[in-house]
């Protein structure tokens, strides 16, 4: 007795190259930079209040200790979303900000003030990932990495992500 006929295998469809957007990018970055650039050279040679605050924030540790104690109740608030939009702004370093909250705050506000940035940060970083979805990632990755990561992914996700996500 004879099983069923096996079927033809049926491969998916290969997808349509997408169009370059890599000149755009890079044209947009380097846009980015030279304006970065230009604005900071800007308040530096103006000596501006802002470049002045900086300054004196990375010189002085006592007035760095009293900046919170100043800022009174929205100290918080302004320390959190810093410590958010560091995925946003590269420059900004984590560990940085996660030392000027010990440092502003003491050890225990600054913990627990530091880790609500860090969860908005990643709830930000979730979202945009989502928003912009795989459509985008998949342009700017070649087929064989992609590929890869799907099928891990795909057989391990969970695991995979948990252990990246410690690892970093």
Known sequence: MRGP??????EEP???PAPST????????????????GLGTWLVLSDSPVYRLWLR????????????RRAGMLAPEIF????????????IPGEATGVLGGIGFGEGLGFVY???????????AFAGR????????RRHVSKVVWDRREFLI??????ICLLVFVSA
């Open 57 to 68: 924030l990375s010189t002085d540790p006592e007035y760095l200790r009293d900046t919170p």
């Open 14 to 16: 290969p997808l349509p």
């Open 130 to 137: 989502r928003w912009l979805g795989a459509a985008v990632v």
């Open 5 to 10: 006929p096996d079927l033809p295998r049926t």
């Open 154 to 159: 795909r057989t391990r996700g969970a695991e």
């Open 114 to 124: 530091s880790t609500a940035g860090l969860a908005l940060r990643s709830m930000l």
């Open 22 to 37: 890599k000149p755009t990018l890079r044209w947009l970055a380097v846009g980015l930079v030279r304006a970065l650039l």
């Open 80 to 91: 959190v979303p810093l410590q958010a939009l560091e995925v946003v702004m590269a420059p």
